[in-house]
């Protein structure tokens, strides 16, 4: 339903109020790098964080981008993420990996 569930907190989250928790996160602890903090579906969440913290921080996308190139691709036109999680077995060759890699390398992305 597009909202985000912290079971923990017993808290319930739009993709603003999350992206701000996020964010509060990066200010209040001495964070750099933040893998998949929002869900695969949510780029507009993806770019509105990146916005917000993405020179000071890296916002790695593991199931965002499932090292596929065509949404590689996506998110470095959206702007919603600055690294790439490489998992060969993601796309399943390869080539696909080295492809996604050179596009991310190529927008100035860390591989990770």
């Known amino acids: 339903d597009g909202k985000y569930v912290l079971q923990r ?16 996160l990066a ?3 001495p964070l750099y790098s933040i893998e998949d903090p929002l869900a695969e579906s949510d780029w507009d969440g993806w770019a509105a964080l990146t916005a917000q913290i993405g020179t000071d921080h ?3 996308g593991d199931d965002l981008l499932v090292t596929n190139p065509q949404y590689v691709e996506k998110a ?6 600055n690294a790439l999680l490489v998992k060969l077995n993601q796309i399943g060759t390869l ?3 080295l492809n996604a890699m050179k596009l991310a390398r190529d927008a100035g992305w860390n591989n990770v």
Do not use: P
Not at 76 to 81: E, P, R
């Open 9 to 24: 907190d017993g808290t319930t989250k739009s993709t603003e109020e999350m992206v701000a928790w996020i964010v509060g």
């Open 76 to 81: 470095i036109a959206g702007k919603n993420c």
């Open 58 to 60: 890296q916002i790695v």
């Open 27 to 29: 200010e209040k602890y």
């Open 95 to 97: 080539t696909e990996t």
